[in-house]
């Protein structure tokens, strides 16, 4: 099928002639469908772009048992465009009273593809997240048990912490602990933002593994603020100085297998990051595999591409590679600068810009 009708708004004279990368289907393995009106509008984006996606839980109420989450998932099916085989993986929001019973049920169901460890108030409604992760000892163990990965967003909660210092003192406080506590246990560690937390994950390699956002490879902590504030660049965590940023890009270009796609896709309406507190989000959704692949371009490494984008995470998850290919064209390519969402709209990362790369077609 053709996704030039959702993304393209440059004429296609030149694509007969376009340089092209043809890879695996890729897929997003973190990714914010929201609800509702929300999900109808932004789905098809993902969809188009990736076979598989997992799905974050941070509803209102969140999804916290097997019945919400098989309810959710049927939403999201309803809402999948016509002719899309999109599969959603799913994922348990964990709590302090989490039972690890209800855990393994829904995993061995097939319900639930991982668990999201969101620390109490680290972002977008997650203030029914862990208080202190040591309460989930006994699901973190059966999960260990049951091959069942921990998806973490690893950002301290205190106050007093610098939002810029969030991921470190996390990972120092409470990541490496429960490393070593659980030591069979699988964990990804989402939308990694810092290079000591690059080198966090190679050092523990084969059980701990790495997502990174598009948009943390493209803007720094200074890009939030150049020419003045700029809500829609402004998300969970942070992003962080450039040091970190070209660690980033290193990482997902060198053929590391450990890091694997996470976009993050965090759409909001524009009333919510323009009003008074601005909601933590960045809304890549729609132009993430032409951004990655621009980086990798970029960085002279287009060949390991298509193990970023298709390989790593399958294999981490255990789920076989996906069957059929997507092709990116090197042809100018503009996306739309927002979504519209009833009578408000959702503003697009990169949308509007003239992108080096466009999508072409997805075959099988």
């Known amino acids: 099928m053709s996704v030039s009708a959702l993304f393209d708004t440059v004429p296609r004279e030149a694509a007969a002639v376009a340089p092209t990368l043809t890879i695996r289907r890729p897929d997003d393995w973190h990714v914010h469908l929201r609800d509702g009106a929300m999900l109808k509008a932004v789905f098809p984006f993902t969809a188009a772009q990736f076979r598989r996606g997992i799905i974050m839980p941070n509803l209102v109420p969140p999804v916290t048992s097997v019945d919400a989450a098989r309810a959710y998932r049927e939403r999201i099916l309803q809402a999948r ?10 994922t348990c929001y964990l709590t302090d009273t989490t039972a690890p019973d209800e855990i393994e049920h829904g995993f061995k169901e097939g319900v639930w593809a991982a668990a999201k460890l969101y620390p109490a108030g680290a972002t977008t409604n997650a203030h029914h997240g862990v208080t202190d992760i040591l309460k989930l000892a006994p699901v973190l163990e059966r999960m ?28 120092e406080q409470e990541m490496l602990p429960l490393l070593k506590r659980h030591q069979g246990l699988k964990v ?47 998300c969970l965590p942070v992003a962080k100085r450039e040091r970190h940023r070209i660690a980033l890009r ?22 919510a990051k323009q009003g008074e507190c601005c909601s933590a989000g960045v809304f890549g959704g ?3 595999l032409q951004t990655y692949v621009q980086v990798f371009e970029e960085e002279g490494a287009l060949p390991h591409f298509e193990a970023f984008a298709s390989e790593n995470g399958a294999r981490f998850y255990g789920l076989p590679l ?31 810009e003239e992108l080096p790369w466009a999508l072409g077609e997805v075959r099988g």
């Open 286 to 288: 729609a132009t993430a």
């Open 144 to 171: 260990e048990k049951i091959g069942m990965p921990v998806l973490v967003h690893g950002e301290a909660t205190d106050p007093a912490v610098d939002i810029f210092d969030r991921e470190a003192v996390f990972m």
């Open 81 to 90: 465009p016509d002719g899309s085989d999109f599969t959603a993986l799913m």
């Open 322 to 352: 996906n069957e059929g290919t997507i092709t990116l064209e090197k042809r100018p390519c503009r996306v739309a600068a927002v979504v519209a969402v009833g009578e408000e709209d959702v503003v697009v990362f990169r949308g509007g």
């Open 188 to 234: 990804v560690v989402e939308h990694v933002t810092t290079a000591e937390t690059v080198e966090l994950v190679r050092a523990h390699a084969g059980r701990a593994a790495g997502t990174i956002t598009p948009h943390h490879l493209i803007i720094n902590r200074t890009s939030i603020f150049q020419g003045g504030l700029r809500p829609h660049l402004y």
């Open 250 to 271: 290193e990482a997902v270009t060198s053929g590391d297998g450990n890091f694997f796609i996470g976009t993050d896709t965090a759409p909001h309406l524009r009333s």
